[in-house]
């Protein structure tokens, strides 16, 4: 096993569950797609919030310029700052 998989069911879970273990079935081995195509989506929370419109109590909103607001006053996390992560600016 490489890496167990843990996950919260909502923004006021205290422990995570586990959901998944992930094996190698070889040896780790260096390669060109995986250094320079290989990459991960993450889905943006503005969705998840959306869904479950009860977590937005359990989220803290930061007074910087840190997430952008749409029309509405609702939050667009990461589609107003271009690709990549919604929190970069965050790092110098």
């Known amino acids: ?8 069911s909502s923004p006021d879970d205290s422990a995570p569950t ?3 273990k992930i094996y ?7 390669s060109y797609f995986g250094d ?4 991960f989506a993450h889905n943006d929370f503005a969705d998840d919030l959306e869904i479950k ?11 910087a310029d840190l997430f952008k607001l749409d029309e509405s006053g ?3 996390v990461g ?7 919604p929190l970069k ?3 110098n």
Do not use: H, R
């Not at 320079?36 to 990459?39: A, D, E, H, N, R």
């Not at 419109?53 to 007074?63: A, D, I, L, T």
């Not at 589609?79 to 992560?85: E, H, L, W």
């Open 36 to 39: 320079t195509q290989l990459m």
């Open 79 to 85: 589609s107003s700052q271009g690709s990549g992560c």
């Open 1 to 8: 096993m490489v890496f167990k998989v843990f996950a919260y």
């Open 53 to 63: 419109p009860e977590w937005k109590s359990s989220v803290p909103y930061f007074s």
């Open 74 to 76: 609702k939050p667009k």
């Open 24 to 30: 190698s079935k070889g040896p780790a081995t260096t």
């Open 89 to 91: 600016n965050l790092v």
């Open 18 to 20: 586990l959901v998944g």
